[in-house]
């Protein structure tokens, strides 16, 4: 029996009440300038904005009376959304890309496969380099390993990069992995 797929529900965006929408009927109280007014029912809260000439906005809505302040709503919500935006960027979440090698690969094909690598680890990917060997290959690792070196140290030797083992060369049934990174992205 086939599952639907579910697709997963969005997360509320935390939106914040201003002026005649706040429900409470009096409000802990704090001014532009930072000063705590202690609590003030909220009409008199709401004209003290109007005055002012800015909004009154619900910055903490739990408790009995809840915590508002008088700012510019609007300049509020793009400063918000900003700050949001760079959270965005600075989570960028780094890809495991793999570069695949064999123990009788041809010098053009290295060059390709080194450029690729080089292309992932300029982007801040991380690299995991692989040959698997095959047949009579399995008699002779330690050639696959020297090419996995070799490809290491060009890489290494590379100005633009500043390249990383972050896992050494390690052998399982019938390969040989090693995980690189770039130090300086």
Request: glycine share 4%.
């Amino acid at each position: 029996m086939r599952r639907s797929y579910r697709r997963p529900k969005p997360q509320p965006e935390k939106t914040f009440r201003a002026n005649e929408r706040i429900k409470a009927m009096s409000v802990i109280l704090v001014d532009e300038n930072g000063v705590n007014h202690g609590i003030v029912p909220t009409e008199q809260a709401i004209t003290m904005a109007q005055t002012a000439e800015l909004d009154l906005v619900e910055v903490n809505p739990k408790g009995d009376s809840p915590i508002c302040k008088i700012m510019d709503y609007g300049q509020f919500k793009y400063e918000r959304d900003k700050k949001l935006q760079k959270q965005k960027v600075k989570s960028k979440k780094t890809d495991t890309k793999g570069i695949r090698l064999s123990v009788r690969i041809g010098e053009h094909d290295l060059q390709v496969r080194y450029n690729k690598a080089k292309n992932f680890l300029l982007k801040g990917d991380k690299v995991k380099i692989e040959i698997r060997l095959r047949g009579r290959e399995r008699q002779h690792p330690e050639v696959a390993a020297a090419n996995i070196n070799k490809f290491v140290k060009q890489l290494q030797a590379d100005s633009e990069l500043s390249v990383i083992v972050e896992e050494g060369l390690t052998k399982q049934e019938t390969s040989f992995n090693m995980l690189l990174v770039n130090k300086k992205s």
